[in-house]
């Protein structure tokens, strides 16, 4: 069965660092996408960055990039530069299906929540 | 462009009432996913609508059911509300396709009492 594991119930960053929040996920389906979210105390979940299993490049979006270990199954996000303003839960969550044979199910990790120090 | 919204945005009913939650996804987005967040159980995915069809249903009761019009919005419906439904109503849209990357709105907040 498909799962995701988030290992780091909390974590702390001194403002400018960087820190990788870890994510580990089992599928047998080869064909899959990885994202992470943000979710400030507000509660509204935000996109950050995708990671397709095909993709052959680790993606990247501004401060954040994603470092895909394909055999590892493992999808660490890195948010570079930490501000103030990243303290949040953060959530990794996969997509396994296929959209032309009968759509997509997501699944999400139980999350990180992540304090920034000033 | 606007976001995705959800109304209402917070709600209270008793034990055994009926609630239903309205999403409007982005224009243009033709999927519509649901999730109910709570502290215990984390996010869990209710169900996924395309062109007013379900695709995909999580590991819920029948209480919880769905639908989704010609223009996209969506609603949920739980029937027969129990204390433990009580969460964050979440609703996501994307893009039909492979990628498929959701944009969530700001959830509906249910106080079951």
């Known amino acids: 069965a498909q799962k995701i594991t988030q290992t780091q119930p909390g974590m702390f960053v001194q403002e400018k660092e960087a820190v990788t929040l870890d994510c580990t996920y089992d599928?047998?389906?080869?064909?899959?996408?990885l994202f992470w979210y943000k979710q400030p105390s507000s509660g509204e979940m935000i996109f950050l960055i995708y990671?397709?299993?095909?993709?052959?490049q680790n993606a990247t979006e501004g401060r954040y990039s994603l470092n895909f270990q394909k055999a590892r199954k493992s999808a660490n996000l890195v948010i570079s530069a930490s501000q103030l303003g990243d303290s949040a839960m953060y959530f990794c969550a996969m997509r396994e299906g296929r959209w032309i044979t009968g759509g997509f199910k997501t699944i999400f990790g139980a999350g990180t929540r992540l304090f920034v120090k000033a | 462009k606007a976001g995705v919204t959800q109304t209402p945005r917070y709600l209270i009913k008793t034990r055994g009432q009926q609630v239903t939650l309205s999403c409007s996804p982005i224009s243009g987005h033709r999927s519509v996913s649901w999730y109910q967040q709570t502290p215990g159980q984390g996010l869990q995915f209710l169900f996924e609508?395309?062109?007013?069809?379900?695709?995909n249903k999580g590991n819920f009761p029948g209480r919880f059911s769905g639908r989704q019009f010609s223009n996209s919005r969506s609603e949920m419906n739980v029937s027969t509300l129990e204390l433990g439904d009580s969460a964050l109503y979440l609703c996501a849209s994307s893009l039909a396709g492979t990628r498929n990357e959701q944009f969530f709105g700001p959830g509906t907040r249910l106080t079951v009492l």
């Open positions: 599928t047998s389906d080869p064909s899959y996408g």
């Open positions: 609508y395309f062109s007013e069809t379900q695709r």
């Open positions: 990671q397709g299993s095909y993709d052959q």
